[in-house]
């Protein structure tokens, strides 16, 4: 369905009786209307006569799958508790989703949304998915970002309207929503995305409180303002167009100024360790080989990268030699959030930390208990094996993390990370940063992520296998894991948090809670 026209931001009275008449001139005309789906059958035809529909939203009261056809259709994206779904008719009992540069798209709603006006008095009040501080780009046009407006663009086609900053002084109003088809700057694959209409309201250094409106991806709106974070790590920082700077202090910086700024630049920077540690990895293991050629490419690649390196002496901590296969722990860790996470970072790094701490609980899991399915798959004395060793056994078994599998976009893209844009690099840098203080700043890492005490996760769905599991939303630093396109984490009632040693070569942590492994029929995520 190609929808046409502009369709209206209120949902005016004359509009609707319009529909009504229109829907009774249908059903009433002597019969000539016999399709089973009028409703859907009358939204048809105005389309085709281009005349615009009243908009409203379908608010979800949970989880809301959207299919690519009305009865036994694929499944190309999931909607999250509280998103506003752009309704436009429905059909076979699933509402009609409003999409630009996609066939018609449709969500199961019966029983599990409600009707919600957008009109010009009942607007929702929204703020962005953000860590305080961190900029997002309002556009005029959805689904572009701010390499869309940079100075190879001619000024006047340039979508960018506004730079507002997460934290609950930016307030959103949504006024309209499209699901548009988006393209992944990394593997090219295209995919469904929901976007908002709002209407922005923040603050500015120079200008005071601006109002703007423009178009915001659903994945970076929350109901309620995100707390500010009290990680020790940095968030990935996004630079705005190069013509088009921030609001910023342009007069002389008072020298409590210039330490406030030098101390926010030394802790958005890698650590020392992380710094050695980029020095290492991130090779490209993989060269020219196609990756899915291979049966384990993690194995085949990186396994057989750092086997001969695996004695190797990098750097010192402390009084500790950082051998190689600290750094292939590392190198694992970075890979797999990067893969898994990258979209995410965006949300805020506390989504790569909570992967990143499954990793580890899963390694002392296996080393507590020995071979445990389906976390390693291969025949090792791992109760004998210090964590860093564990640590790729667990990121390489099959169907667990799926940037590994071999038909997953991402493959080439983590084996060869150089090939990157500036935005991507960062998005690396903070990887092997969370990696490294994983490995080798397991005190601090352990505090942080200290509510994690899962070995189960899925990103933007609800699996079978999770049936047996209670859905959690713990905190990393301040802030929940609660954006569910990004991570779903699951848990069990007797689920304890691990408890973490200081010590480079780990011993059995104190407490190893007898988790509710499962070991249900098929592939873990």
């Known amino acids: 369905m190609a929808i046409k026209g502009r369709h209206p931001l209120t949902n005016s009275v004359s509009q609707i009786w319009a529909v009504v008449l229109l829907f009774a001139a249908a059903v009433g005309a002597g019969g000539a209307e016999t399709s089973p789906d009028p409703l859907g059958a009358l939204i048809s035809r105005l389309e085709r006569q281009e005349r615009d529909l009243p908009t409203f939203f379908y608010r979800a009261s949970q989880p809301i799958e959207v299919f690519d056809q009305a009865v036994g259709g694929r499944r190309v994206m999931s909607l999250e508790k509280g998103d506003l779904l752009p309704f436009f008719g429905e059909s076979s009992g699933r509402a009609r989703v409003r999409t630009v540069g996609y066939d018609t798209l449709y969500a199961e709603t019966s029983g599990r949304s409600q009707r919600h006006s957008s009109s010009e008095a009942n607007l929702i009040d929204v703020y962005l998915d953000v860590p305080s501080g961190q900029p997002v780009t309002i556009t005029s046009i959805p689904g572009k970002t701010w390499r869309d407006c940079g100075p190879q663009v001619p000024e006047n086609e340039r979508p960018c309207v506004a730079w507002p900053r997460g934290g609950p002084e930016t307030k959103l109003k949504i006024r309209d929503g499209k699901v548009i088809e988006e393209v992944d700057p990394v593997t090219g694959q295209r995919r469904p995305q929901l976007y908002y209409l709002v209407d922005v309201e923040y603050p500015t250094v120079e200008h005071g409180t601006k109002q703007e409106r423009g178009w915001v991806s659903a994945q970076l709106v929350r109901s309620d303002p995100l707390p500010r974070s009290d990680l020790s790590l940095g968030e990935v920082q996004y630079t705005a167009p190069p013509d088009k700077k921030p609001d910023c202090k342009c007069g002389p910086k008072t020298p409590t100024d210039q ?23 991130g090779a490209c293991v993989s060269g020219q080989t196609n990756p899915a050629s291979a049966a384990n490419p993690f194995r085949s690649f990186l396994g057989n990268h750092w086997a001969a390196r695996r004695d190797q002496v990098y750097f010192r901590q402390g009084e500790h030699n950082i051998t190689g296969q600290q750094m292939f722990a590392i190198d694992a860790i970075a890979r ?42 291969d025949t090792q004395n791992y109760q004998s094996m210090s964590v860093e060793e564990i640590v790729p056994f667990v990121a390489s078994a099959s169907a667990q993390f799926s940037p590994w599998n071999r038909d997953d976009p991402n493959l080439r893209h983590i084996l060869c990370p150089e090939r990157m844009d500036a935005e991507s690099r960062r998005i690396w840098e903070k990887s092997v940063e969370i990696a490294t203080s994983a490995i080798l700043d397991r005190a601090q890492f352990g505090r942080d992520t200290q509510q994690v005490s899962h070995l189960h996760f899925s990103s933007g769905m609800t699996p079978g296998w999770a049936a047996n599991y209670s859905l959690d939303t713990p905190r990393v630093g301040s802030a929940p894991i609660d954006s569910r396109r990004c991570l779903r984490l699951w848990g ?34």
């Not at 406030?260 to 992380?274: D, G, M, N, V, Y």
């Not at 689920?495 to 988790?515: A, C, G, I, Y």
């Open 259 to 281: 330490i406030k700024e030098q101390l926010e630049i030394a802790r958005l920077q890698p650590s020392e360790l992380a710094r050695q540690a980029l020095r290492h990895v």
């Open 336 to 377: 797999t959030i990067f893969g898994e996470m990258r979209g995410c970072f965006r949300n805020g790094i506390r989504y790569p930390m909570a992967v990143a701490r499954v990793i580890l609980n899963r390694a002392y899991y296996v080393k507590a208990k020995g071979k445990t399915l389906p976390f390693v798959k």
């Open 492 to 525: 069990s009632p007797e689920s304890r948090t691990f408890r973490w040693s200081t010590s480079l070569v780990q011993p059995l942590p104190e407490v190893v809670s007898d988790l509710d492994l499962g070991l249900i029929e098929g592939s873990f995520h």
